[in-house]
């Protein structure tokens, strides 16, 4: 069961990367090229030869964002396959479609949304080459942070059941985990390298182009997963077999 | 979902538990392999270079830009 679970996050992962890619190229790729024209524009006005092209533009664009897309949404989509695994009986008794789009929800806020609040999505000409050392570890200790946050707020919503009954114990885990990221966050270095003179408004696209990619992919992954998994399990227990490779039932 | 707010305790409805010594080395090959994935699209010849160059980087440029990792 854990590898049909893997292969079918890994399955509906690259569906989601194909999708991915056409909002990506329809959405984002437009405030890329504004600002790479910004940054050439920039350099010109400084005297300084643009940087050489090493791979083009319309590879970038096309066939390189294409496989960017399409091998993390196959990688997220896998890990999300190992995740749902884990869950199914174990962290809710929900069904597979409502486990499956708990899951990515969570996941969505836990590794894009409260990392992208303090570190947001960049355009070219953004950032100093010189701190990419500090910001890549900064961006990934915050979303190692954010995910042991929401594993905690999970086991602490857990124990609060009982006493606060479940609607208060997830507000309560809801708090711990906005307390939680929000202090670690307010800890981590600022990092702030708009250059000057650089369109606001572009900025402000480009950051939304990114959060809409994300909501996309996250999208696609929890509800198409749940479906499948959900049409499976029950095709599988209309024929007799509660699943088909795994023996083990629990009742609850 | 209505079955697990009534209360898991009174509805009977067996729910298929994937075993953790089943899991596990699935977890624990998949769950690399995929990072490792992610790594290359991500951060490779960014902070970090496994492979000499900024091939890599470059074609993945866009992707990188708009997913939302830090860059150059």
Redesign the interface.
């Known amino acids: 069961m854990a590898r049909t679970l893997l292969l079918r996050g890994m399955l509906v992962g690259l569906v989601a990367g194909l999708i991915v890619f056409a909002f990506a190229r329809w959405i984002g790729e437009p405030q890329v090229d504004r600002a790479i024209a910004f940054e050439t524009s920039m350099d010109q006005a400084k005297g300084e030869a643009p940087e050489p092209e090493m791979v083009s533009r319309k590879i970038q664009s096309g066939l390189g964002l294409l496989t960017g897309a399409v091998v993390y949404s196959t990688a997220l989509g896998g890990i999300f396959g190992i995740v749902f695994a884990f869950a199914r009986g174990r962290l809710s008794a929900a069904r597979p479609r409502a486990l499956s789009a708990l899951i990515a929800g969570l996941g969505f806020i836990a590794i894009v949304l409260v990392p992208s609040l303090k570190y947001p999505a960049n355009p070219p000409s953004v950032g100093n080459p010189e701190t990419i050392g500090v910001r890549t570890g900064a961006y990934f200790l915050l979303i190692a942070i954010s995910l042991m946050s929401l594993i905690l707020a999970i086991k602490a919503g857990r124990r609060l059941k009982k006493p606060f009954g479940p609607w208060n114990a997830s507000l309560l885990a809801a708090l711990l985990f906005v307390l939680l990221t929000g202090i670690s966050a307010h800890f981590m270095p600022v990092i702030d390298e708009v250059p000057a003179g650089f369109p606001a408004s572009l900025l402000w696209k480009f950051r939304i182009a990114s959060w809409e990619t994300q909501v996309v992919l996250w999208s696609v992954l929890g509800l198409l997963f749940g479906a499948l998994t959900e049409r499976q399990e029950a095709a599988a227990q209309q024929s007799g077999r509660a699943f088909p490779t795994s023996d083990e039932m629990r009742y609850s | ?1 209505s ?3 009534a209360g ?2 009174a ?9 953790l010594r ?2 596990l080395p ?2 624990l090959f ?2 690399l ?3 490792l ?2 790594y ?4 490779e010849q ?3 270079s496994l492979i000499h160059g ?2 890599v980087h ?15």
């Open positions: 979902m079955q697990s707010v898991s305790i509805s009977p409805v067996s729910i298929p538990v994937v075993p089943e899991l699935w977890a998949g769950g392999l995929m990072l994935l992610i290359f699209v991500g951060a960014g902070a970090t900024r091939a470059e074609f993945v440029h866009d992707g990188r830009h708009l997913l939302g990792f830090p860059c150059h």
